[in-house]
């Protein structure tokens, strides 16, 4: 039997990913001169937005001993830390002052830092950049800068709408990306009388290839259980309607769909809270029905279901997933979950290594489920 048609023990791995942009928190709940916690693979940030409405993250732990800088004091551009009033400059983290110091003691404050992110508003959040580990010797350890700028929603006109949407689940990212590629779970979770019943499910095929970093689900006229398609439908011929879908290291799945001059597009990240827990995030962005009125509650309505039915779901599978039980992955539905764990080793083993990544799909692969 060729191997691809055994189950494949699924690999228990939570790991998480450094050297990647991650959605932190909805740029419209962080107000200039406040601070907000929030925590990202496990790293405790504080996060809010200078006088000029910059937004920063800084660690949240004072290099000095260990308090959370959240409750200091924040002046627009430096924030003092509760205990021994050290302040720190909330952009680079670096300590501009330590009171205790008297005249004659010439420690050198500025060679002290808090750690601080690169961070960025994009699209309705806030994104920081999470480098590498820095070696050891924290507290000295000036901020890392991102190589590249935080992803963007495709635009394809200057005026659209955008909307976001977002839920937290009890389960590693690893399930929450594996969950949101899962094209076999729709007709089983995602049923309304208004969507579909589990007796609408029938033979699909789709084209997928391989792109930097990820890959993509070729284009081609959606399937009917794309959220939007319906409503699209109102407005083009079925066969000039045509989406992509790409996902891509280390959590972002990006769909376009295009009918002549109207489109739709969105980024949903799932984001590694802690090792046991993800919060998927979706915004997007769209120029149809930019006169009607209500629509993007309704579209919010729609995927906001869409996405409770997700997280319930996944509140379920963790209440199975704490027995240990050993998991499978069997083809062809469960094939982009292998892509993704093997992108994941990939990418590894490419830094580890220096070597370029070594793409795990050979090249174009047509892939069968019934959903
Ligand atoms: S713990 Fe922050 S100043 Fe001492
Ligand atoms: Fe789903």
Redesign the pocket.
């Known amino acids: 039997m060729p191997e691809l048609d055994l189950p494949q023990r699924q690999a228990t791995d939570t790991l998480m990913l450094t050297g990647f942009w991650y959605r932190a928190l909805p740029a419209d709940r962080v107000h200039r001169n406040q601070l907000h916690k929030a925590t990202l693979l496990e790293i405790p940030l504080v996060i809010g937005r200078d006088r000029q409405s910059r937004p920063f993250a800084l660690r949240d732990g004072c290099p000095h001993r260990g308090m959370p800088l959240n409750s200091g004091k924040f002046d627009g551009e430096n924030l003092e830390c509760p205990y021994h009033g050290w302040q720190f400059d909330v952009h680079n983290g670096q300590c501009q002052l330590i009171p205790s110091l008297t005249s004659d003691q010439t420690m050198k404050v500025d060679r002290i830092y808090a750690g601080s992110y690169p961070c960025e508003e994009q699209d309705h959040f806030i994104w920081v950049y999470i480098p590498d580990p820095p070696p050891p010797g924290a507290g000295f350890t000036k901020p890392a800068e991102a190589g590249e700028p935080a992803p963007t929603i495709e635009k394809f006109s200057p005026n659209y709408k955008l909307a976001y949407l977002q839920a937290e689940m009890p389960v590693s990212i690893d399930h929450g990306i594996i ?2 590629m ?1 094209p076999a ?2 007709p089983f ?2 049923q309304a009388w208004w969507w579909r019943t589990r007796h609408s499910i029938h033979e699909k095929q789709k084209n997928f290839e391989p792109i930097p970093n990820g890959f993509r689900m070729s284009a081609h006229t959606p399937s009917s259980n794309s959220a939007p398609y319906r409503l699209l439908r109102l407005y083009a011929e079925a066969d000039s309607i045509s989406t992509t879908i790409d996902f891509v290291l280390p959590n972002i799945r990006t769909e376009t769909i295009r009918a002549g001059k109207y489109w739709f597009s969105s980024l949903t990240t799932v984001t590694p809270i802690t090792r046991s827990r993800c919060r998927i995030d979706v915004v997007a962005a769209w120029n149809l029905f930019r006169w009607v009125p209500l629509m993007p509650e309704l579209l919010k309505f729609v995927f906001g279901k ?2 409770e ?2 997280r319930r ?1 996944m509140e379920m599978q963790a209440e199975g997933l704490k027995h240990n039980p050993h998991l499978m992955l069997i083809d062809d539905a469960d094939r982009p979950a292998k892509w993704y764990f093997q992108l994941k080793a990939a990418h590894l083993d490419a830094k580890r290594t220096g070597q370029p990544m070594k793409h795990p799909m050979p090249g174009p692969v047509t892939l069968k489920w019934r959903s």
Do not use: P, Y
């Open positions: 969950g949101l899962d779970h729709g979770v995602h869409f996405v039915q997700d779901t």
